[in-house]
Every structure is written in structure tokens, then in C-alpha cells.
């Protein structure tokens, strides 16, 4: 599974759209891009998950390259509820998710 | 929703005692999970199931044994605790077709405090 690379932390403001990018350089052809976020004493929780095309749900927004070597998650309008870890994985068929320390990501008021 | 439910929240146990803790999902999930995660380490794989008395191992699953005997309910058990077990440990579950078997719903996770 391809390796990705996220800044250690981020901050926004409350109401304001938050974008968490990710790099994935080394991401094959049938390999997709997943988001998770980890709010403090919970478990995981999944966002989003995309190929090539930009995708959308009720939770956010994930925006892929042409190249498919890096994406944006996008919160649209980022609540204090909000702040947690958000980890970008790139994984083919494998079950076995891999976090690595992604990106902190706190909300202010 | 998806829900996964495990047992306790926080667990305080002795070194040496054999140590269950159990997972169970409500959406007739075929793949289930029991992960550790620990500070700097990540999320590490103990176990996997992908159906019922069918188990697989993981990245790490020295010490530890599993248990399925109902689709909706999978058990990790520490045979002897040791201190280096202490641990927030996670379940989830997943559908087994396609690329969704990678949208894996976990619960709240389990503190465990071997001393």
C-alpha cells in the first residue's frame, strides 16, 4: 500500500472550511484514497473514500488530483466538534488499515 | 447507523489473569477486527475474522487469541496479562465485498490497565 504523507497539525476557525491535505506519490492505479478521523477517547471514524473522481457526502468533501498524487479532505464548515486526527490511508483490496499519524486538526472558536 | 458495541470502556485487571474483552455489531457485518493502539505505535492489527469460527493474524498477535462463534460477536482474550499489554484496544467490523470491506466501523474502544 502506498505511502502518504500529512502535516503533523492544523488549525480553523469555527465556521470557516477546513482543508486537510495529503500526499500520496507513490499510489497505484487501483489503489483508493480513505479518510478517517479519530476524536479524542473514541474510536476511528470513517469519512470518505475516493478514486479519481472528486467525491462528496454528508460529512465532507475529498478532491483528488488529475495525477492522483496528493488530495484535499475538505470540512466545509468546521464546528468544534470537528477537532480531531484525520488520517489519510491509501489502500488496494487489503483490508488491514494502517493509521499513521496524520493531522491534528483543531477547531477554533 | 452501524453500531459497535464493546464491553467496557476502561478495565483494570492483574498480571496473569486471563482477560476478555468482547465486540458486538449490529449490521451483520462478515469481517470484524480487534486492533491496539498505542501512543508513537499507531493502530497495529491483532486479529481478523472474516466469518464466523474463521480467524486470521494480524501484525501482532503474540498473546492474544480470538474467539467467533456468532457472527455478531467477536472476543479477544489475553491468556495471561502482562504489564506490556496495557492498551486502548478497538473492534470493528466491515462488509466483506469490494472495496467497502475497507470502511471499517469501529467502537469507542476498551482502556486496559494490566498492573
Known amino acids: 500500500d502506498a505511502k502518504t504523507t500529512q502535516p503533523p497539525s492544523m488549525d480553523c476557525a469555527e465556521g470557516r472550511a477546513a482543508n486537510l491535505p495529503c500526499n500520496h506519490s507513490?499510489?497505484?492505479?487501483?489503489?483508493?484514497v480513505y479518510w478517517y478521523r479519530q476524536i479524542h477517547s473514541q474510536g476511528p471514524q470513517y469519512i470518505i473514500h475516493?478514486?479519481?473522481n472528486n467525491e462528496t457526502n454528508e460529512m465532507a468533501s475529498l478532491i483528488i488530483t488529475e495525477d492522483r498524487k496528493s488530495s484535499t479532505l475538505i470540512l466545509p464548515h468546521a464546528t468544534l466538534r470537528d477537532t480531531a486526527v484525520y488520517y489519510c490511508?491509501?489502500?488496494?483490496?487489503?483490508?488491514?488499515?494502517?493509521f499513521g499519524k496524520g493531522t491534528l486538526l483543531t477547531v477554533n472558536p | 447507523d452501524v453500531k459497535v458495541t464493546q464491553s467496557s470502556r476502561y478495565l483494570v485487571k492483574r498480571t496473569g489473569e486471563k482477560v476478555f474483552l468482547e465486540c458486538v455489531q449490529d449490521m451483520d457485518h462478515e469481517n470484524m477486527f480487534w486492533y491496539r493502539q498505542d501512543p508513537g505505535l499507531g493502530l497495529r492489527l491483532i486479529y481478523f475474522?472474516?466469518?464466523?469460527?474463521?480467524?486470521e493474524k494480524g501484525d501482532i498477535p503474540e498473546g492474544y487469541s480470538v474467539s467467533r462463534e456468532k457472527k455478531e460477536r467477536f472476543s479477544l482474550i489475553l491468556e495471561s496479562a502482562s504489564t506490556n499489554q496495557t492498551s486502548m484496544y478497538l473492534c470493528?467490523?466491515?462488509?466483506?465485498?469490494?472495496?467497502?470491506?475497507?470502511?471499517?466501523?469501529f467502537g469507542a474502544g476498551t482502556r486496559l490497565s494490566v498492573l
Open positions: 490511508i491509501v489502500l488496494s483490496g487489503n483490508y488491514k488499515l494502517t
Open positions: 507513490t499510489i497505484s492505479g487501483n489503489e483508493y
Open positions: 475516493g478514486l479519481k
Open positions: 475474522s472474516y466469518d464466523v469460527k474463521m480467524k
Open positions: 470493528a467490523s466491515s462488509i466483506q465485498v469490494g472495496r467497502a470491506k475497507n470502511i471499517q466501523y
